[in-house]
């Protein structure tokens, strides 16, 4: 079974500053997909970014990027100038594609990084 | 677009009834799911669906839990009889095929007193 593990509980930024949230995965698949998702205190599960684990290229939506490393089966997440709107919970998400038809299938979340965003 | 829509957005029911919740997702979206969080087991997958059929229903905790899907632009989750153990937030999200990853509801707060 996937796991996926998120290291930091809590992290602190200033804002305009930049912060790294860190998320390390464990599986035997080489083909599968990994996400980021954002939930403030509204507990809407929003999408931030995703990354498909073929392609060796960093996904990138805007401030939020990510930093993959398949070898070493990691997937962090850059916020750049950080906003007082991006105070939340962060989940890192793994999903492996349905193993018949190669589709959509189970997210399995990390435990998720409370960010707060500071003046 | 009105994304996945849940309903209710907050239940409060006393222990041993009968809970329902809906879920109505995105148009086109094949795929719907039902997740739960609560603070000791953070988020888990309890069943999901596939053209209205159920593919994976391995996480619903025991047969107190039912989910139907009778449409594609439908589905509903219940509990009976509830338990106060049952408290947590009830998210429901659909997908299209691939891995575009989901588009959550806003989630049914659910305490069972």
């Known amino acids: 079974a996937q796991t996926v593990t998120q290291s930091q509980p809590e992290m602190s930024v200033q804002e305009a500053e930049t912060v790294t949230l860190s998320c390390t995965y464990d599986?035997?698949?080489?083909?599968?997909?990994l996400f980021w998702y954002k939930q403030p205190p509204s507990r809407q599960m929003i999408l931030v970014i995703r990354q498909e684990a073929y392609k060796q290229q960093n996904a990138t939506e805007n401030r939020f990027s990510v930093n993959f490393q398949k070898a070493a089966k990691s997937f962090s997440l850059k916020i750049s100038d950080s906003q007082l709107g991006d105070t939340a919970m962060y989940f890192c998400?793994?999903?492996?594609?349905?193993?018949?038809?190669?589709?959509?299938?189970?997210?399995?979340f990390g435990t998720g990084t409370r960010l707060q965003v500071t003046l | 677009d009105a994304g996945v829509i849940q309903s209710p957005r907050h239940e409060v029911t006393e222990m041993g009834q009968e809970v329902t919740l809906r879920c109505k997702p995105i148009?086109?979206?094949?795929?719907l799911f039902w997740y739960r969080q609560t603070m000791m087991r953070g988020l888990e997958l309890l069943i999901y669906?596939?053209?209205?059929?159920?593919?994976?229903d391995s996480g619903m905790p025991e047969d107190r839990f039912s989910a139907k899907m009778p449409n594609a632009s439908f589905s509903t989750l219940k509990i009976q009889p509830s338990e106060p153990r049952d408290s947590a937030v009830y998210f429901c999200?659909?997908?299209?095929?691939?891995?575009?990853?989901?588009?959550f509801g806003s989630g049914t707060r659910l305490t069972v007193v």
């Open positions: 148009s086109g979206h094949d795929y």
């Open positions: 669906f596939n053209n209205n059929v159920p593919i994976d």
């Open positions: 999200a659909s997908s299209p095929q691939g891995g575009r990853g989901y588009t």
């Open positions: 998400a793994f999903m492996k594609p349905h193993a018949n038809t190669g589709t959509a299938s189970k997210l399995t």
């Open positions: 599986t035997s698949e080489n083909n599968y997909y």
